[in-house]
């Protein structure tokens, strides 16, 4: 019965969003399985972890889900979460389990029942007993009787008989389902990209530079179109009129340029980086005849590249829900229309092309890492 209970919590998780930890057993589900999921849903983390309450060493499952959850709160800031919370259900009472142990099971009625809602830091630890001959969840009573409507799946394990799957089977079938993919572990292009524009800045204000190369280098239709000098629809991409100029841009390209980077790969990044600051000046050239510098293009097209990720794949990916990346778009696009010295057509432009490249490249089904 065990089995039965633990393969319909895996697999109704699985279809919620939950992915098998890397530490579950990979073996076939037996009396002893331990099962282990988590889901980022920012801000929060949650881990469930699925026990046979008749056969499980309470106090070494206890002693190894402490060690678990520190070891994961570390890696809280890679899911853009900031709160942990876990649950344990220990299932148990087998109305089809002959010869049970009594004291197996009212030590883990007991363990359950004696635990304290104590946070450890911003981690949360809750305690659950399934029973299966009661068709009921105890508890403690200062401990949270729901989680994400998880009381109504374990429940629900209680009247469903599955066919036995093996863990390996699940683990492909969680992987199949799941859409997180991080294509990067960490973000050097994003640094990379921050140090040349900061580098640059730094460079023109200390030896004077400034005026000269925003004339030689920032994008103008009669430079471009008249001249040819196509290059500045590049350069002018690396070149700020101030610091605080850069570090507007530089907030902005952090924060998106690391999603993107980890979520795409550096070399989808750098074509959305780049094709997003070439549309922005193009179509600041385009439509007006003003000197246009600043990295403000690509960094729209950051943008446009999160909000298409977070509409194809969800919240818990990105960290930002897709209503609340659309609405920073559209303030800061429609801002640009009435703030004096701001290059409306250059965040259009960047705006657009990060969205056309990002959907090409999120429908190529592998590309290189």
Not at 70 to 99: M, R, S, V, W
């Amino acid at each position: 019965m065990y089995c039965s209970i633990a393969e319909y919590i895996i697999k109704k998780l699985v279809s919620e969003g939950f992915l098998l930890s890397a530490l579950s057993d990979k073996g076939e589900l037996h009396e002893n399985s331990s099962i282990l999921l988590y889901k980022p849903e920012s801000p929060v983390m949650y881990v469930v972890a699925v026990e046979n309450g008749e056969k499980t060493d309470l106090n070494a499952h206890e002693a190894f889900m402490a060690d678990y959850l520190e070891d994961l709160q570390k890696k809280l800031p890679h899911y853009y979460c900031t709160t942990l919370i876990a649950l344990t259900i220990l299932a148990g009472e087998f109305t089809d389990q002959e010869n049970v142990d009594n004291m197996a099971v009212q030590k883990a009625v007991d363990f359950v029942y004696n635990k304290e809602w104590i946070p450890q830091g911003n981690c949360f630890h809750v305690w659950w007993y399934l029973s299966e001959k009661r068709k009921m969840i105890v508890t403690a009573k200062n401990q949270p009787n729901d989680i994400l409507h998880l009381k109504k799946t374990a429940l629900s394990a209680l009247e469903r008989e599955q066919k036995q799957q093996s863990i390996a089977e699940i683990v492909h079938q969680a992987q199949k389902a799941s859409a997180f993919e991080v294509k990067s572990e960490n973000t050097a292009l994003t640094w990379l990209l921050l140090a040349a524009n900061g580098l640059i800045l730094l460079f023109m204000l200390f030896f004077g530079k400034k005026e000269e190369w925003i004339a030689f280098f920032g994008t103008q239709k009669y430079a471009v179109l008249e001249l040819g000098q196509y290059y500045r629809l590049i350069t002018c991409c690396f070149l700020h009129t101030s610091i605080m100029h850069f570090v507007q841009n530089g907030i902005y390209l952090y924060f998106f340029g690391t999603r993107t980077e980890i979520l795409y790969g550096k070399i989808a990044m750098t074509a959305i980086y780049f094709s997003s600051a070439l549309g922005g000046s193009l179509l600041s050239t385009l439509c007006n005849d003003a000197l246009s510098v600043g990295a403000s293009g690509a960094v729209f097209g950051l943008i446009g590249a999160i909000l298409v990720y977070s509409r194809q794949k969800g919240k818990r990916d990105v960290g930002i829900a897709y209503t609340a990346i659309l609405l920073l778009a559209v303030i800061g696009l429609v801002a640009g229309v009435f703030e004096e010295n701001v290059d409306y057509f250059g965040h259009l432009g960047g705006f657009l092309a990060g969205i056309v490249t990002s959907i090409a490249v999120l429908k190529i089904k592998s590309y290189p890492q």
